[in-house]
């Protein structure tokens, strides 16, 4: 193995801030661990402190960032605008993915099945209902279920009315009443799908991030026909947004259908101690430090611009 100076960014500006200092943290060990030279750069909006940081070039960049700037291809494109190799999904897919609309979009051409929705303005809900209850309230650029309100009773309305602060547009669909689903890939290959199962109302932020809120099921306890079909249309989302290194897709399985709905494709699935893509690929044999080194083999440019 070659030793490589590997430049590790995390933190950023987003509300995923916390997650993604503990994902970096935990990659740098990692790295370090493997043999590299590791360079940690704490992201803010500084261009100015990043370009430094940055100074001399790294022989490529880990990128542990979440969110708004680092994972919705403003990061990517400064990085290929450099010439750096990366980590993750190159600068489109990036931001399709990042974006619910636009993906959702995809996804419906694709012929992968989206829980109905629609997107409306903040001041429309000042008005009327956005459609019968239950139903979801999503901001359309975040992660870690940041923002998302399920609106079920009047109380439920008046907290998210209360609360709001994403935005004025905003993505409503329909809620589905069913199991948690997640499917992680790597490269060409869906590697397993795990269940999360919320101790409350639903995997939210808290129940993502503290231990003893949500329980694991893997791999997820499916007839194997739905099993495969899942992991299928995980595997088709990936390749459907040109998505490379990894993804995590997050469906809804309601039983009642046999249906799977796609909520949304994560490009970097988080790495801290709860995050479910290590998880995932453990239960398959892969460590932690494997699966570092895997995606730092699989770190370039989607214009072919990279110094090596």
């Known amino acids: 193995m070659t030793k490589k100076r ?3 960014l995390m933190g950023g500006w987003s509300a995923e801030r916390d997650v993604s200092l503990d994902s970096g943290r935990l990659v740098g060990v990692a790295l370090q661990e493997l043999g590299h030279e590791v360079v940690p750069i704490d992201v803010t909006r500084d261009l100015t402190h990043l370009m430094t ?22 990061v990517q494109g400064l990085l290929e605008v450099l010439g750096i190799p990366y980590t993750h999904s190159g600068v489109d897919a990036s931001a399709i993915a990042m974006n619910k609309v636009l993906s959702r979009r995809v996804f419906e051409q694709e012929g992968i099945s989206v829980p109905p929705w629609k997107v409306v303005f903040k001041q429309d809900l000042d008005v009327a209902h956005p459609m019968p209850m239950p139903y979801v309230i999503k901001p359309i650029n975040e992660g870690s ?3 998302v309100y399920i609106i079920r009773t009047e109380e439920d ?4 009315q209360k609360e709001w602060a994403f935005g004025e547009t905003i993505l409503i669909e329909k809620f589905i009443d069913g199991r948690e689903i997640q499917v992680g890939v790597m ?8 269940e999360i199962r919320p101790r409350e109302a639903f995997y939210d932020y808290t129940a993502k991030y503290t231990p003893g809120r949500a329980e694991h099921l893997m791999p997820a306890p499916l007839s194997s026909s739905a099993y495969k079909r899942v992991m299928e249309l995980g595997l088709r989302a990936h390749k459907v947004l040109g998505c490379r290194s990894v993804s995590r897709s997050d469906f809804m399985y309601d039983e009642t259908q046999d249906e799977f709905y796609l909520l949304e494709l994560n490009t970097q699935p988080g790495m801290s101690p709860l995050s479910l893509l290590p998880e995932i690929v453990a239960h398959e044999g892969i460590t932690f430090n494997q699966l570092i080194s895997w995606m730092l083999d699989q770190a370039r440019c989607d214009q072919k611009l990279c110094v090596h």
């Not at 070039?57 to 979440?66: G, Q, T």
């Not at 309305?157 to 998210?160: D, E, I, P, R, S």
Request: glycine content about 18%; overall charge positive.
């Open 187 to 194: 490269g060409k290959e869906a590697i397993g799908a795990i």
């Open 145 to 147: 279920s940041k923002g």
């Open 157 to 160: 309305f008046k907290k998210f």
């Open 6 to 8: 590997v430049a590790v």
């Open 53 to 74: 940081a940055l100074t001399p070039k790294p022989d490529v960049v880990f990128n542990a960032l979440h969110g708004v700037g680092g994972e919705d291809g403003s």
